[in-house]
Structures are given as structure tokens and as C-alpha cells.
């Protein structure tokens, strides 16, 4: 991993550290939506065959990172058998899945110290990058209801509170960019109209409250790195390199 390359304020990786652990607490005893906490635990009990022996997490999976980020990544939700089943977000969606393509973008960004997501216990360790997914719990065909992302977006918002350096989000995929402006709505910003349309590198700068220092960010948008979209190339490392880079660029 490279060194950062600017000075964030130390105080917030203390401060927000139990705060943080409490609001993930919160996202992981939630039981909110009955439809998804009857998939999770279902897929967590039939389990797929390649992971029979092990238990599955099976419950909300909160965000993963650097309390002190400023880029936090938002992605659609967890995977039945990778995230449901790890605990940790983008982790053990399979070899060069969606966390794999992530992991190693951000690897050659130099956001993280290994290339990888497979496991909770890689030591993978991210810099200046929160990861997070705009629903908790995983979906049945990765299909959240508008509802699910509408009530799940009270747990993003608190954990965002507890990230007091975040100035950029990178919604991977539409829902995700759509739900940081649900997410903004909420917090009552104006938002501008007409609402900025999603797409590869699309970026936008928005009010995120009235008040520093969660006042002001830049939105930039990724088609998600399903296998869907990585292996139609649709999504290539190039385009997520192009992407980080403009994150960098746009850090202040
Ligand atoms: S999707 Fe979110 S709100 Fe719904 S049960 Fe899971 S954690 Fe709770």
C-alpha cells in the first residue's frame, strides 16, 4: 500500500471508534425486513455445496474500512454465498468476483495492502477507503425492494456520521448512486434537478449536510464489478483504474 499522501486528522480513528462499533452493532442485530432475514438465514442453512462445513454469517453485514476514510464505497448489498456467508463486505463472493476485481483495483490505487477479498481473517486493510453496501442484508437475485433500500438507509446514514473525513462516495451500480440521494434526501439537502444521471465516471458535487465537516462531496459513479459486468466486459480494470484515479485526483 502506498503512503497517504496528505494528513487527516488522527483524532476521528479514537473518537469514532466506539461509536463505530456501536452503530455496527446496531446494523448487525437489525431484523427489520422479514423477507431478507428469512433469505439470509435460509441460504445460511441450506448453504452452497463448496462451503457445507462452514457456518454462515447469515445476518447484516455491516461496512468494512479506515474510520478515517474520505472515499467511502457503496455498493449494492451482499452476496448470498460471499458477504452472507464471510460477514465482511465484497469478502469470499468467489476467485475474481466482484471483491476480488474491487480488492485489486483498489491494490493498484493503493487504497489496499493485498489484491484480494476471500476470507474475514486475509489481513486485508484498506486506507483511506470505507467500504459499505446500501442494503445489509443479502436479496433474493439481488433484488432489493425500493422499502428494503428505503429502511436500510438509516444504518448507512449513522454509520456515515460515524466517518467524519468522508468527502467522496463511489456508488458501485445504479441502486447504490440512487440510494446516496434517498440518503441525502433524508438528511433534507436540497438536491440539484434535474438529479445527476448514474454512469461509468459520472461524478457530481453535493451538499451532504448544512454544517461541516460532512458539508460537502463529490459522488462518482461505477458500473458494478459483478461477473456479469467483468466477464462481458462490460466492467474492465482499466475502467475502475480510470475511476480511482479521478478519486485521487479529486481528493482534497
Ligand atoms: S436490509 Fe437493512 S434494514 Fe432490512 S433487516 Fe437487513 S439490516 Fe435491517
Known amino acids: 500500500m502506498t503512503a497517504s499522501r496528505h494528513t487527516r486528522p488522527d483524532l476521528s480513528r479514537l473518537e469514532g471508534a466506539s461509536s463505530l462499533s456501536a452503530v455496527r452493532t446496531s446494523i448487525i442485530e437489525c431484523e427489520q ?27 447484516p453485514v455491516p461496512g468494512f474500512g479506515d474510520p478515517a476514510a474520505r472515499i467511502l464505497i457503496l455498493g449494492l448489498a451482499p452476496a448470498a454465498h460471499g458477504a ?68 436500510c438507509l438509516a444504518h448507512l446514514d449513522r454509520e456515515v456520521e460515524q466517518l467524519p473525513n468522508i468527502q467522496m462516495v463511489v456508488a458501485l451500480g445504479k441502486i447504490a448512486w440512487d440510494a446516496w440521494f434517498k440518503l441525502l434526501a433524508r438528511r433534507g439537502v436540497d438536491l440539484p434537478r434535474p438529479k445527476p444521471a448514474f454512469g461509468h465516471g459520472a461524478h457530481t458535487h453535493l451538499a451532504l449536510s448544512s454544517a461541516p465537516p460532512l458539508h460537502r462531496c463529490t459522488l462518482i459513479g461505477a458500473y458494478h464489478p459483478s461477473r456479469q459486468n467483468t466477464n462481458t466486459g462490460v466492467v474492465t480494470p482499466r475502467m475502475y483504474d480510470d475511476v480511482f484515479r479521478l478519486a485521487r485526483r479529486t481528493l482534497r
Open 33 to 59: 425486513c422479514p423477507r431478507l432475514r428469512s433469505y439470509c438465514k435460509e441460504v445460511g442453512r441450506i448453504k452452497k455445496a463448496a462451503f457445507r462445513t462452514e457456518s454462515y454469517w447469515a445476518r
Open 84 to 151: 452472507n456467508r464471510t460477514g465482511r463486505v465484497f469478502t469470499g463472493d468467489g476467485i475474481g468476483a466482484s471483491g476480488d476485481f474491487l480488492m485489486s483495483a483498489l491494490h493498484r490505487a493503493g487504497f489496499a495492502n493485498i489484491a484480494t477479498s476471500q476470507t474475514v481473517d486475509d489481513g486485508l486493510a484498506l486506507d483511506d477507503v470505507y467500504v459499505a453496501a446500501a442494503v445489509r442484508c443479502a436479496p433474493p437475485d439481488n433484488r432489493p425492494m425500493p422499502e428494503e433500500i428505503d429502511r
